[in-house]
Antibody, heavy 121, light 110 residues
């Protein structure tokens, strides 16, 4: 079955940076768009960003545009999220999710276990 | 405030049928597919319904989805205790060029 394993989370000070990674396996990675979805403590799901299968198209939520950058390395079957200028409100569990198709505007059929990012001084 | 509107809570007794609504606009539900996710306590979300009314393999047929205009619904029949979870609707939003979620509905099995 599809596996998605996030890494790179942790505690960071406001204004700091962090890079999340998501190692994917057991499917043809380059054939599918990938996304990041986050969940603040005790809150609902918030879509963060998506990237098409080739990496040629990227999409961002208004709340992170200009601060976060999504990318992928199809040779390594790995998805990334570079997070800069982090704020307290970015504190959340970040999930890596596989899209249903190539383009980046569909739902998510597999999710990672999530990784916690805490922004605090 | 979420772009898609769901009731914050729902409840039912074992064996009952419950429905959870999701209201949006012409820019999201009205022009794109709706997806439903189930999140059991302490776990990652799981896809429950895709493309309005399709069930992934392994999802019981007690779960069904429908869409009409700018609204969608998730129905759960033959309610079981293990259905107690948070449920989220989602859709692509054209003018935002991004996915949007509902605020989530916490389902309690009494």
């Amino acid at each position: 079955e599809v596996q998605l394993l996030e890494s790179g989370g942790g505690l960071v000070q406001p204004g700091g940076s962090l890079r999340l990674s998501c190692a994917a396996s057991r499917f043809t990675f380059s054939n599918y768009a990938m996304s990041w979805v986050r969940q603040a403590p005790g809150k609902g799901l918030e879509w963060v960003s998506a990237i098409s299968g080739s990496g040629g198209y990227t999409y961002y939520a208004d709340s992170v545009r200009g601060r976060f950058t999504i990318s992928r390395d199809n040779s390594k079957n790995t998805l990334y999220l570079q997070m800069n200028s982090l704020r307290a409100e970015d504190t959340a569990v970040y999930y890596c999710a596989k899209d249903l198709d190539y383009g980046g505007n569909s739902g998510f059929d597999y999710w990672g276990q999530g990784i916690l990012v805490t922004v605090s001084s | 405030q979420s772009v898609l509107t769901q009731p914050p809570s729902a409840s039912g007794t074992p064996g009952q049928r419950v429905t959870i609504s999701c209201s949006g606009s012409s820019s999201n539900i009205g022009s794109n597919y709706v997806y439903w996710y189930q999140q059991l306590p302490g776990t990652a979300p799981k896809l429950l319904i895709y493309r309005n009314n399709q069930r992934p393999s392994g999802v019981p047929d007690r779960f069904s989805g429908s869409k009409s205009g700018t609204s969608a619904s998730l129905a759960i029949s033959g309610l079981r205790s293990e259905d107690e979870a948070d449920y989220y609707c989602a859709a692509w939003h054209d003018s935002l060029s991004g996915a949007v979620f509902g605020g989530g509905t916490q389902l309690t099995v009494l």
